[in-house]
């Protein structure tokens, strides 16, 4: 990966996650927590795709990806907060 995919690749994570914090109302961890989590997420969600055969093609197909990976990891923390 070159340096520029890998820069794309966290600004798309830092979107995800603030899109993410805004969707899921109350599981939130502030400005700062939401963008780490969407960067993990962003991960996540690629891997979740590639895995369930899904090609998330240029850069809105990536955001989704990223999107979904954030929202999952989001609900996963929340999940361990109550348990």
Known sequence: MSTENVLLFLVIGVVAGFLAGKIMKGAGFGLVGDLIVGVIGSFIGVWVFGLLGIVSGGILGLL??????????????RLAKRG
């Open 64 to 77: 989704i990806a990223s999107v979904v990976g954030a929202l999952l990891l989001l609900y996963i923390i």
